[in-house]
C-alpha cells in the first residue's frame, strides 16, 4: 500500500514540524530582532512537538504491525525486532549526542552549569527526561541543557506500551480504548492540569488511529485533495494553530492536534495536495535530517548565546543567525550520515539476525526430527 512506502508529502510534513521546533526554542534569544521575537511569541512553534508526534504514532504503528505480521508466530521474537529496528534508530544517537554535550559544558561554559547538565544527561539517557523537566525544571531549580529531550522520553514510554495494545486488542477494542484515552487527556488539557504535559500523548494516539483507518481516510484525502481551497489548508491551520499554542494551549489542544490530523491526511496520498511538488521535496530533505536536528540544535542556540553576549547592532545579528544555521546544518548532516544512518542499519541487521537465528533454530530441530 502506497502509504507504507516512503511518503514525501510526510516527510515535508517532517521538515515543517522541525523548522517550527528550531523557530520556537529561538524565541527567546538576543540575536534576533525584536520583531521577530514578538511574532515568535504570538504563534507558539511548540506546536511543531505535537506534528511530530503525529507522525511518529502512524510511522511506528506500521512498522510495528508489518514486524508482528511477518512474525506471527513468535511474540518474543517480534518484540525483539521491534525493539532493536526501534533503540538503535533513536536512543543510541541520543545518547551519544547527550554525552557529547555533556562533555563539552565541562570544557566550555557555552553550554550552561555542568553539574546540572550531568545530572540531566542521566534523565535523558534512561528515557526519564519528560520527568526531569516537570519536577526539576517547572518545580525546582536543576534543569540543565537537555529540557528538549522530555518529548523523545514520552516518546519512548509511549511506544514501550504500543505492543500491548496491538497484540491484546482487535482494532474495534482499540479504536475505543483510545478514544477514551483521549477523552480524558484531552479534558485534563483543558482545565489545565498541572502534570498533564507528561501524558501529553495525544498526537501519537491519534496518529495510532490514522494508521488503523487509513484505507478509509486515503479515499477521504483524494476527495478533498482536488478542491482548489485545500492549498489554503496548511498555512491557515499552520499560522492558527501556533497562534492557538501561544494564547490557548490546554483549552486548544483538541484543536490543535485535529489541525495535525488534517494536515497529516492531506498528506497520505504523497500528491503534493497541501504545497507545491517542489516545495514538498525541498521541505522532505529538511524532514529527512530532523531528528539529527533536534538532537542538535538546542546545544548550539546555547553556544551562539554565549558567543553572542556583548554585542549589538544588525552586522552581529546577521553573523550570528549566519553562524547558528550553518552550524545546525554542518552537525545535522554528520549526525545523519555518520550516526544516525549507521546506528539505524544496525538495528536492522539485528532485527534481522534474531529473525534468521529463530528460523534456523525451527530448522535444526526439524533437522533431529527427520
Request: aromatic letters at 16%; a positive charge.
Amino acid at each position: 500500500m502506497r502509504v507504507e512506502r516512503h511518503n514525501v508529502d510526510i516527510d515535508a510534513l517532517r521538515g515543517i514540524a522541525i523548522i517550527l521546533v528550531v523557530s520556537y526554542h529561538m524565541a527567546a534569544v538576543g540575536y534576533i530582532p525584536s520583531v521577530v521575537s514578538a511574532m515568535l511569541a504570538n504563534f507558539n512553534g511548540s506546536f511543531g512537538v505535537d506534528l511530530f508526534f503525529l507522525v511518529s504514532g502512524f510511522l511506528v504503528s506500521a512498522s510495528l504491525m508489518r514486524i508482528l505480521e511477518s512474525n506471527s508466530g513468535s511474540f518474543r521474537k517480534a518484540i525483539s525486532i521491534y525493539f532493536a529496528r526501534r533503540w538503535f534508530r533513536t536512543i543510541i544517537p541520543a545518547a551519544i549526542w547527550v554525552v557529547i554535550w555533556t562533555v563539552l559544558s565541562f570544557l566550555t561554559d557555552g553550554f550552561g552549569e555542568p553539574v546540572k547538565n550531568l545530572n540531566h544527561a542521566v534523565a535523558a539517557v534512561l528515557q526519564w527526561a519528560h520527568l526531569f523537566l516537570y519536577f526539576e525544571c517547572v518545580k525546582g531549580n536543576g534543569c540543565g541543557l537537555f529540557g528538549y529531550y522530555w518529548s523523545l522520553s514520552l516518546e519512548e514510554w509511549f511506544y514501550v506500551v504500543l505492543p500491548v495494545l496491538f497484540l491484546c486488542l482487535r482494532m474495534k477494542a482499540m479504536l475505543a480504548v483510545i478514544a477514551g484515552l483521549l477523552l480524558v487527556l484531552f479534558a485534563l488539557a483543558f482545565v489545565g492540569w498541572s502534570m498533564w504535559g507528561i501524558l501529553r500523548i495525544e498526537p501519537m494516539l491519534v496518529g495510532v488511529v490514522i494508521y488503523l483507518t487509513r484505507t478509509k481516510l486515503l479515499v477521504l484525502a483524494d476527495r478533498l485533495g482536488r478542491r482548489k481551497w485545500v492549498r489554503w489548508v496548511l498555512p491557515i491551520l499552520l499560522l492558527s494553530s501556533m497562534y492557538l499554542t501561544a494564547h490557548y494551549f490546554g483549552k486548544a489542544y483538541v484543536a490543535i492536534v485535529t489541525s495535525c490530523a488534517l494536515l497529516f491526511v492531506l498528506s497520505l496520498p504523497d500528491k503534493g495536495y497541501l504545497m507545491g511538488r517542489q516545495t514538498s521535496i525541498m521541505l522532505s530533505v529538511v524532514g529527512k535530517v530532523s531528528f539529527s536536528i533536534y538532537l542538535v540544535h538546542v546545544p548550539l542556540i546555547w553556544l551562539v548565546s554565549h558567543l553572542y553576549e556583548g554585542y549589538s547592532g544588525f552586522g552581529a545579528m546577521l553573523l550570528a543567525n549566519s553562524f547558528l544555521f550553518s552550524i545546525i546544518a554542518l552537525a545535522s548532516f554528520i549526525s545523519y550520515r555518520y550516526l544516525e544512518l549507521p546506528s539505524r542499519k544496525l538495528g536492522y541487521r539485528i532485527g534481522e539476525y534474531i529473525e534468521y537465528r529463530s528460523v534456523g533454530v525451527v530448522l535444526d530441530e526439524k533437522q533431529r526430527l527427520y
